[in-house]
């Protein structure tokens, strides 16, 4: 692909698609972030609450057994084994939770310490009470049970105390986070939106100076259409008086001028019919550029047969016309039309002063197009003048040798790259020259 | 000024184009019932001033001429009620399209392009089928 696009405008654009692509990643990277650090409240939200449960079990348990001593009542039996039993399932879970690293891991089997040491109390407790209810009560109140569950509750709440600094913790670090994400996002936003606007402006200038310069463009075309206005009606009416009054001159004063001043008003009369051709092809050529195509599909070989016959109808002389296959072409008929119409009578010119003129015209394919050739066996010319051919006034044989203006074949070349086509001629001197060309729209 | 034996009315600026269709049409005896005016201005007085009641044959008339062109004079004729039918040939310099174009739209007859040969304007006179008209006239 190539670029027309502004090298400013361009490097703008990539840096800008740079940051989006980066603005992309880092949100989704922020947001694994952000879910991971949701996961991790929630996860400390949840130790919590089994640290909760399993104090306010183990307070239970406690006090089931103290009520069971007090009153003897068995039913109260299954209660405590309800209650160690959910203080057994939250401390499952809590160690299932904490897993087998971090701070915790050390706190929760000291608590597996004390609350076994707790249940094998509770147990003697429970023997002790079997043979005497007061001896039971002792135990119960004594210091080293008390201690126990003093222990159990101190464990506890460090664990407590140790899982609200990690939630502290890790909300703080999730607020940073989320701070530092949304500082880089802006940033990053800012610094791409500028970008773009950078680009826009750049992207905007150009399209304004291409506007200008077809304005410029449109103004000396405008020009050039007047100055052709002018130059018809301008240079032709004193042209037109030039040759008018020659005329006049020779038929009313011829007699007595003698041969020498008749021949040197031919002179002044045929300059003048001179010029007044250039002015005619200089026209021809300038209006050319204004006109737009209208394309239409065209039987070359019918059009050329037709402008042979045309062409020497009035002028008959020995030709031999090898007019071989000729594909259709999409064109301009009226352009087409004049392409051929020059070619063959260039043809035809430049073949005067040879003894057997031969014209050939057919077409190839080529270059994925259709190639037309006009090919004479004429005087040709010398390949190193090639690149005069194609220009207006530029001619490459004198108009004592052979008439013109210089015009036809700038015409021609001008029809052809206005169809985006190409033309170009293969000569040598006395040897005939081949004009061949091609026009890009694809022949139907 | 007014003249009854008017037929062909000249309307040209440049007196030098003006000689030379003179003398062409003098080549065919045209030219004696022939006026030129070259100024529009005036012969636009000559056409519609008061108590004017002329109708030439044939008007000649160049397309760009100061103050009032061609296409003007041709514009002031061609809405007049009785005048429009007057035979109206444009004397123009060029082909240039839209000058055609813009007269043709006004109903002109025709218009011949000023050639560089001057003996060809009484051909195209004469292609235009405007000979007829100008020749076959009762001689006085």
């Known amino acids: 692909m190539k670029l027309y696009i502004d090298k400013k405008a361009l ?167 989320i701070k530092y994400f949304q500082a880089t996002f802006s940033v990053m936003m800012v610094f791409a939106f500028l970008i773009l606007v950078a680009v826009f402006l750049v992207i905007n200038r150009s399209f304004k100076l291409r506007l200008l310069a077809e304005e410029k463009a449109s103004i000396v075309n405008q020009d050039l259409e007047s100055f052709t206005y002018s130059v018809s009606h301008d240079l032709r009416a004193p042209l037109r008086s030039i040759r008018g009054f020659t005329e006049v001159l020779r038929e009313e004063y011829g007699p007595t001028l003698g041969q020498e001043g ?60 090898e007019v071989k296959h000729l594909d259709t072409i999409r064109a301009d008929a009226n352009m087409i039309r004049q392409v051929w119409i020059n070619l063959i009578s260039n043809a035809l010119k430049y073949t005067l002063k040879v003894d057997k003129p031969v014209i050939e015209i057919g077409s190839f394919p080529k270059y994925g197009t259709t190639v037309y050739y006009v090919k004479d066996n004429g005087v040709g010319f010398d390949m190193k003048y090639s690149d005069k ?55 139907v | 000024m007014i003249d009854r034996q008017v037929e062909i009315l000249l309307i040209e600026d440049n007196q030098d184009d003006a000689e030379l269709a003179i003398r062409a049409l003098k080549k065919k005896n045209l030219a004696n019932k022939l006026l030129h005016i070259s100024d529009s201005e005036e012969a636009l007085e000559y056409l519609f001033g008061e108590g004017n009641n002329t109708y030439p044959k044939l008007i000649l008339l160049d397309l760009k001429m100061p103050k009032i062109d061609g296409i003007q004079v041709l514009k002031r004729i061609k809405s007049d009620p009785d005048k429009k039918v007057i035979p109206v040939v444009m004397l123009t310099s060029s082909k240039e399209e839209k000058d055609i174009v813009e007269s043709y739209n006004l109903g002109v007859n025709a218009y011949i392009v000023k050639p560089v040969q001057f003996d060809k304007f009484l051909e195209v006179v004469d292609q235009l089928g405007m000979f007829w008209l100008l020749i076959n006239q009762p001689p006085k």
């Open chain 1, 262 to 321: 008749n021949r040197l008003l031919s002179i002044v009369i045929r300059n003048a019919g001179r010029m007044g051709l250039l002015i005619d092809d200089l026209l021809d050529f300038s209006r050319l550029g204004r006109k737009t195509l209208t394309f239409s599909k065209i039987q070359v070989r019918e059009l050329v047969t037709e402008i042979i016959q045309e062409l020497t109808v009035h002028t008959p002389r020995e030709v031999k016309w």
């Open chain 1, 389 to 443: 051919l194609f220009k207006v006034f530029q001619r490459l044989h004198n108009n004592q040798e052979f008439e013109g203006t210089g015009v036809g074949l700038a015409l021609v070349q001008r029809i052809i790259s206005k169809h985006n086509g190409k033309i170009w001629a293969e000569a040598r001197v006395n040897e005939g020259a081949s004009f061949f060309f091609y026009l890009n729209n694809p022949t």
């Open chain 1, 11 to 177: 490097y703008g654009f990539v840096v800008a698609l740079f940051i989006l692509i980066l603005l992309g990643y880092f949100s989704y990277r922020n947001n694994n972030q952000f879910m991971k650090s949701r996961e991790l409240i929630f996860h400390a939200t949840r130790v919590l609450n089994h640290i909760e449960q399993t104090q306010t079990n183990s307070v239970r348990v406690e006090e089931i057994l103290a009520k069971y001593i007090l009153t003897g009542d068995s039913s109260l039996l299954e209660s405590y084994n309800k209650e160690v039993k959910k203080a057994t399932t939250h401390y499952k879970s809590l160690v299932q939770l904490i897993g087998e690293k971090g701070s915790l891991q050390v706190k929760i089997d000291s608590f597996k310490v004390v609350g076994k040491r707790k249940f094998e109390l509770h147990k003697k407790i429970m023997n002790a009470y079997k043979s005497s209810r007061q001896q039971a009560e002792l135990m119960l109140n004594s210091h080293e049970n008390r201690a126990s569950s003093d222990k159990i509750a101190l464990v506890l709440a460090n664990m407590r105390e140790e899982e609200n600094r990690l939630l502290t913790e890790r909300l703080k670090n999730g607020q940073i986070e």
